[in-house]
């Protein structure tokens, strides 16, 4: 009975099989990490009318309004749930140094100067948010584990996204004023679109990990 509860426990624990396929399959989510990056969503929010409409004037647009946002953050997150911290973190790197040495995959484009930019803060963020999510979802994807670890690495890419562009702004003299369009733009309500749509994408690789070749137990 001791030997069958320990070859269970050691199972349960291995990481996910690396073979050919897996390797195709971390290319792939490289690849989906690119494609998310030149993708735009319009996403609606809802709003008070101004007095200036008037009543009789008013239209059901005008209780609306949009913004466009890349889709990058909740990819990331999907790729984390999926091949766990280990190889996100992988597909991830590479991402990063295809962008930086050899493509322009970056929103604005690629090349080492990207550093400098006010955005490449976010892209750096996208490791350790693969990693706290995969240490919140260890023991299993449960609604309360999936809620945590995607709030803890929507939180991450943010915060240390918004850390980052502070810094470049601080080098550049750019003022507060730059600043705080910049947080507002790139983060404000997508907070909150990164975390509903990385909520529901961790919840569907419950689904779809079981069913993979290489599945065991990535965390």
Same mark, same amino acid.
């Given at each position: 009975?001791?030997?069958?509860?320990?070859?269970?426990?050691?199972k349960?624990?291995?990481?996910?099989?690396?073979?050919l396929?897996?390797?195709?399959? %971390? $290319?792939?989510?490289? /690849?989906?990490? !690119?494609v998310?990056? *030149?993708?735009? @969503?319009?996403?609606?929010?809802?709003?008070?009318?101004?007095a200036?409409?008037?009543?009789?004037?008013?239209?059901?647009e005008?209780f609306?309004?949009?913004?466009?946002?890349?889709?990058?953050?909740p990819?990331?997150?999907?790729?984390g749930? %999926? $091949?766990?911290?280990k /190889?996100?973190? !992988?597909?991830?790197v *590479?991402?990063? @140094?295809?962008?930086?040495?050899?493509?322009?995959v970056?929103a604005?484009?690629?090349?080492?100067?990207?550093?400098?930019?006010?955005?490449?803060?976010?892209?750096?963020?996208?490791?350790?948010?693969?990693?706290?999510?995969?240490?919140?979802?260890?023991?299993?994807?449960n609604?309360?584990?999936?809620a945590?670890?995607?709030?803890?690495?929507v939180?991450?890419?943010?915060?240390?996204?918004i850390?980052?562009?502070?810094?470049?702004?601080?080098i550049?003299?750019?003022?507060?004023p730059f600043?705080?369009?910049?947080?507002?733009?790139?983060?404000?309500?997508?907070?909150?679109?990164?975390?509903?749509?990385?909520?529901?994408?961790?919840?569907?690789?419950?689904?779809?990990?079981?069913?993979?070749?290489?599945?065991?137990?990535?965390?």
């Amino acid at each position: 009975m001791k030997k069958k509860k320990l070859i269970n426990k050691t199972k349960n624990n291995e990481d996910i099989r690396f073979s050919l396929g897996t390797l195709v399959l %971390l $290319l792939f989510c490289t /690849f989906i990490l !690119v494609v998310s990056t *030149f993708v735009s @969503l319009d996403v609606f929010y809802p709003v008070i009318p101004s007095a200036q409409d008037g009543v009789n004037g008013l239209k059901w647009e005008d209780f609306f309004e949009t913004f466009s946002i890349i889709p990058q953050v909740p990819a990331v997150i999907f790729i984390g749930a %999926l $091949l766990g911290r280990k /190889f996100a973190t !992988v597909s991830i790197v *590479f991402y990063i @140094l295809l962008g930086l040495f050899l493509l322009p995959v970056f929103a604005l484009g690629g090349g080492i100067t990207y550093v400098a930019q006010y955005g490449f803060g976010y892209i750096l963020a996208y490791i350790p948010a693969v990693w706290l999510l995969g240490l919140a979802v260890k023991d299993g994807f449960n609604l309360k584990s999936i809620a945590l670890g995607v709030l803890y690495a929507v939180l991450a890419i943010h915060l240390i996204g918004i850390a980052y562009m502070a810094i470049i702004v601080t080098i550049k003299g750019d003022g507060w004023p730059f600043m705080k369009g910049w947080i507002i733009n790139q983060s404000g309500w997508k907070v909150v679109f990164d975390y509903v749509l990385s909520f529901a994408l961790v919840y569907f690789t419950r689904l779809l990990r079981p069913l993979m070749w290489c599945y065991k137990k990535p965390y």
